[in-house]
């Protein structure tokens, strides 16, 4: 919408507007001392003494990756090309991001019975990474764009969704009651880091190799994923572990 009424520049400013409004009402009522802590971590103690956490954190740096970095710009601009509007662009991909929210909201309920564990995460990771692939090389046979992406998309948000869900719920399990604060923020911290490095390849990869090229690299991040999920143990095995230390 902002693409449409002011333009490229013109939503840069707006939204830095934005930002700017949230930042002085943030320095004026927040306390000085909130999240502050009383000793501050060095950078070899933000890695975590439970390896399970270091190597969930690693997939999930290249789950993020593999979203953006096909979702941010090459689809956008991609979708652009075919005669999409700004506006149409821009509500399509926000109705994708409330159905993402909504599914992963839901996605406790399909672990209730079962809770996930390591082998969870590599079938959850390997099932997405079939996706993006087929999309690609659907389009690369010349089948009709626009429904090979729509339905694309929506499968997979929903096991996008369903695996974000699950790495949440393994982050929680693993993590020390005294640490889970430090622990949960490193791994969000990975988040952020597969979502920075996907979001800028994501427009390097688009001029050089186009939408598929992007699609292609989506499905090595998930197969990263999934290769470093193989260090994630099994609920019988992450419960012997816990017996022993304990």
């Given at each position: 919408?902002?693409?449409a009424?002011?333009g490229?520049?013109?939503?840069?400013?707006?939204?830095?507007?934005?930002?700017?409004?949230?930042?002085?009402v943030?320095?004026?009522?927040?306390?000085?001392?909130?999240?502050?802590?009383?000793?501050?971590?060095?950078?070899?103690?933000i890695?975590?003494?439970?390896?399970?956490?270091?190597?969930?954190?690693?997939?999930?740096?290249?789950?993020?990756?593999?979203?953006?970095?096909?979702?941010?710009?090459?689809?956008?601009?991609?979708?652009?090309?075919?005669?999409?509007?700004?506006?149409?662009?821009?509500?399509?991909?926000?109705?994708?991001?409330?159905?993402y929210?909504?599914?992963?909201a839901?996605a406790?309920?399909?672990?209730?019975q079962?809770?996930?564990?390591?082998?969870?995460?590599?079938?959850?990771?390997?099932?997405?990474?079939?996706?993006?692939?087929?999309?690609?090389?659907?389009?690369?046979?010349?089948i009709?764009?626009?429904?090979?992406?729509?339905?694309?998309?929506?499968?997979?948000?929903?096991?996008?969704?369903?695996?974000?869900?699950?790495?949440?719920?393994?982050?929680?399990?693993?993590?020390?009651?005294?640490?889970v604060?430090?622990?949960?923020?490193?791994?969000?911290m990975a988040?952020?880091?597969?979502?920075?490095?996907?979001?800028?390849?994501?427009?390097?990869?688009?001029?050089?190799?186009?939408l598929?090229?992007?699609?292609?690299?989506?499905?090595?991040?998930?197969?990263?994923?999934?290769?470093?999920?193989?260090?994630?143990?099994?609920?019988?095995?992450?419960?012997?572990?816990?017996?022993?230390?304990?």
């Amino acid at each position: 919408l902002l693409l449409a009424l002011i333009g490229f520049r013109g939503a840069l400013w707006a939204l830095a507007g934005m930002l700017a409004v949230v930042l002085v009402v943030a320095i004026i009522l927040l306390p000085r001392n909130l999240g502050r802590s009383k000793a501050k971590p060095k950078f070899q103690q933000i890695f975590s003494k439970t390896a399970e956490i270091n190597w969930l954190s690693a997939a999930r740096f290249f789950l993020f990756g593999a979203r953006d970095v096909w979702f941010v710009i090459g689809l956008p601009v991609f979708l652009s090309t075919l005669g999409w509007s700004h506006t149409e662009v821009g509500g399509f991909l926000a109705l994708w991001i409330i159905g993402y929210g909504l599914v992963q909201a839901a996605a406790p309920r399909l672990f209730r019975q079962h809770p996930p564990d390591g082998i969870s995460a590599r079938l959850w990771a390997g099932l997405l990474a079939l996706l993006p692939a087929a999309i690609a090389i659907a389009l690369s046979q010349g089948i009709q764009p626009e429904g090979v992406l729509i339905i694309g998309l929506a499968l997979f948000g929903i096991v996008f969704a369903i695996n974000s869900a699950l790495h949440s719920y393994l982050i929680l399990l693993y993590s020390d009651r005294d640490k889970v604060a430090l622990n949960i923020g490193f791994y969000y911290m990975a988040n952020a880091g597969g979502r920075l490095i996907g979001t800028v390849l994501s427009g390097w990869i688009y001029q050089t190799q186009g939408l598929i090229g992007c699609l292609w690299w989506s499905t090595g991040f998930v197969l990263l994923a999934v290769v470093l999920s193989l260090r994630l143990p099994s609920n019988a095995v992450w419960q012997t572990r816990r017996q022993i230390v304990s």
